[in-house]
C-alpha cells in the first residue's frame, strides 16, 4: 500500500550538482526515518543521508559538507541535493523509509518497515 517513487536527471560532470526526490504514496500518517543509499558495482550498499522527523540528519563521512538531505513531510517527500560531485559518488542512489504508518482502505493504521525506491543511477564523469 505504501511505494517510493525517485525522481531526478543522474548524468553530471564532476563538480557539477543533482537533487534527488522520492515520494511516498499512500495514506500517509507519519514516516520516522528518511534516507538514501547507494551501491557501486561490486560493492556493499552504504549509508548515504538519513533524516528523521525531527530533522535530525546524519551523513557518510564522504559525502559531509557536499550533500545536504531534506524533507518535506507534508508532500511525504525526501529530496537529497548533491553539490560537486565526484566520479566517486558514482553508484546507484536508492531511497529508504523506515518505520510508515499509514492508514488502510479499513480506516486503521498499520506500521511498515524498509520500504525502498526503484533505485536511480547517478553517473559523475571526469
Known amino acids: 500500500q505504501v511505494q517510493l517513487v525517485e525522481s531526478g536527471v543522474g548524468l553530471v560532470q564532476a563538480g557539477g550538482s543533482l537533487r534527488l526526490s522520492c515520494a511516498a504514496s499512500?495514506?500517509?500518517?507519519?514516516?520516522?526515518?528518511m534516507g538514501w543509499y547507494r551501491q557501486a558495482p561490486g560493492k556493499q550498499r552504504e549509508l548515504v543521508a538519513t533524516?528523521?522527523?525531527?530533522?535530525?540528519?546524519n551523513y557518510a563521512d564522504s559525502v559531509k559538507g557536499r550533500f545536504t538531505i531534506s524533507r518535506d513531510n507534508a508532500k511525504n517527500t525526501v529530496y537529497l541535493q548533491m553539490n560537486n560531485l565526484k566520479p566517486d559518488d558514482t553508484a546507484v542512489y536508492y531511497c529508504?523509509?523506515?518505520?510508515?504508518?499509514?492508514?488502510?482502505?479499513?480506516?486503521?493504521?498499520?506500521?511498515?518497515?524498509?520500504?525502498w525506491g526503484q533505485g536511480t543511477q547517478v553517473t559523475v564523469s571526469s
Open positions: 533524516i528523521t522527523s525531527g530533522a535530525r540528519t
Open positions: 499512500g495514506i500517509i500518517v507519519s514516516i520516522d526515518t
Open positions: 529508504n523509509a523506515d518505520r510508515v504508518v499509514y492508514r488502510r482502505d479499513s480506516g486503521s493504521t498499520r506500521t511498515g518497515y524498509d520500504y
